[in-house]
Each structure stands twice: as C-alpha cells, then as structure tokens.
C-alpha cells in the first residue's frame, strides 16, 4: 500500500499533467513555460495573500450587516470589535480542526497569530 507521501505526489503529478494537456503547456520551449509558471505563482500568490489579509476584514463587515438586516436598527449593538471576536473564534476552532494532529501549543501560537493579523485589521 502506497504511503500518504506518494499518494500526494502522484495526485500533485496528475494536476501538473492535466493543466499542462489542458491549456498546452507541453507545447512551449523551456523559456515559455519558465514565463507561464513564473505569471501563474505570481497571480495565485497575489490571490492568496489578499485573501488572509481582507476576508477576515470582509466578513465581519458582512456579518455586522446581516446583524442590522435581521435585528434592525432598535436591536443590540453588535460592533466591529465582536465582529473580529467572532472571526477570531472561527479562525481558532477551524485551525484547531485543521491541526487536528499537531499539538495545542501550536494551535494556540497560530490563533495568537490569527489573532494579531485580525487586530492590525
């Protein structure tokens, strides 16, 4: 039976092949698909980063305006600082899901660190 290390490297090897027959990466010389990989890192990491830096900011903005819709403007404050707590309890018990494995001393440094990104938010 295959180790989970070599199922991973072959499922990483079949999505390698399969982007390369779908957009003809194979046809390229090696300095055109150099360019091509360079561009596709450059956008998914831009990607990536935007996406830990404003969807915790997005989200209680979100949340802060489905609390008005639903108790209207007569209804219990819910300000951006219980906002953030929320976001920040959902960020520690998905890692804490997440790093089922690892040790809890390294699930509570990542919610500290979740915790001072959603801070400087």
């Known amino acids: 039976m ?8 072959k499922w990483i090897q079949l999505k390698i092949y399969q982007l390369e027959v779908t957009l003809a990466v194979y046809m390229f010389t090696p300095v055109e ?6 561009i596709l890192f450059l956008l998914t990491s831009l990607t990536f ?10 989200v209680s903005f979100i949340i ?17 600082s219980a906002a953030s707590e929320f976001v920040k309890n959902g960020a520690r018990s998905l890692l804490a899901g997440a ?4 040790s809890s001393a390294t699930a509570k440094a990542a919610g500290a660190e979740v915790t001072g990104v959603v801070r400087e938010l």
């Open 2 to 9: 295959a180790t989970y290390l070599e199922r991973f490297s």
């Open 33 to 38: 698909k150099t360019i091509f990989y360079s």
């Open 49 to 58: 980063i935007a996406t830990v830096l404003y969807l915790p900011q997005h």
């Open 64 to 80: 802060g305006r489905a609390w008005f819709y639903v108790h209207g403007p007569d209804g219990p404050e819910f300000s951006s």
């Open 99 to 102: 790093v089922g494995t690892a």
